[in-house]
């Protein structure tokens, strides 16, 4: 069966303090891997990853995908009270043109000032 | 979120009734979906649509049915609402590249 594990489940950290968020996944046919922030309302696109090792960076959050390992981390360097949401990790298996998106259970980030 | 416009944003139904939770995109994405958000289960995929005419159950298909008649629209039906499907609702839509939510529907079935 598909599933994706996203760890830890919550975290609280103070503002500056650099946090690394990890997602592993056991899918077949894996496209891709996704991030989403999600604070009281709709998830908000971060990134989408379909190769091996290539950094995708936005400001202060990058993520990376091991596709050997089947894992993803997202880090967030220099946390805001801003960053403080949940953090979703979904994982396309592929079939046909496009596929479904697993979620895993999502990671609860707490920033304190 | 852009470009994915779902409604409505709130609905109270009465056990039995039907209602249908709309959604379009603009981008014109093949791939739409639905899914469900529940306390502690995370999201939950009900429906998806991987182009116009074409429609697959997801996980949790049981008492919505959806069709996908344009690239653009891709409404979700209760056919008759029971109290488990108080939940919050987000369509989604999916490009090569990105993939965009809407802003959800929370709905309460009593």
């Known amino acids: 069966e598909d599933k994706v594990v996203q760890s830890p489940l919550s975290l609280v950290v103070h503002e500056g303090d650099t946090v690394t968020l990890n997602c592993s996944y056991e899918?077949?046919?894996?496209?891709?891997l996704l991030w989403y922030k999600q604070e009281k309302k709709a998830p908000t696109f971060l990134f989408m990853l379909t190769s091996s090792g290539i950094e995708k960076k936005s400001g202060r959050l990058s993520s990376i995908l091991d596709k050997k390992e089947l894992s993803s981390i997202l880090n967030i360097t220099a946390t805001q009270t801003g960053d403080s949401a949940i953090y979703l990790c979904a994982v396309e298996n592929y079939g046909g043109s496009q596929g479904n998106l697993i979620f895993g259970k999502g990671t609860k980030l707490s920033v304190k000032p | 979120n852009a470009g994915v416009t779902q409604t409505p944003k709130f609905q109270v139904l009465k056990t039995g009734q039907s209602m249908t939770l709309q959604c379009a995109q603009d981008?014109?994405?093949?791939?739409m979906s639905w899914y469900r958000q529940d306390p502690g289960m995370g999201l939950r995929l009900i429906h998806y649509?991987?182009?116009?005419?074409?429609?697959d159950q997801g996980e949790v298909p049981n008492g919505y049915n959806v069709s996908r008649s344009t690239t653009e629209d891709f409404p979700l039906r209760l056919l008759s609402a029971a109290p488990s499907q108080t939940s919050v609702y987000f369509c989604a839509s999916e490009g090569m590249t990105e993939a965009f939510f809407g802003q959800g529907t929370r709905l309460t079935v009593v």
């Open positions: 899918v077949t046919n894996f496209r891709s």
């Open positions: 981008m014109n994405h093949e791939y």
């Open positions: 649509s991987v182009g116009a005419g074409i429609t």
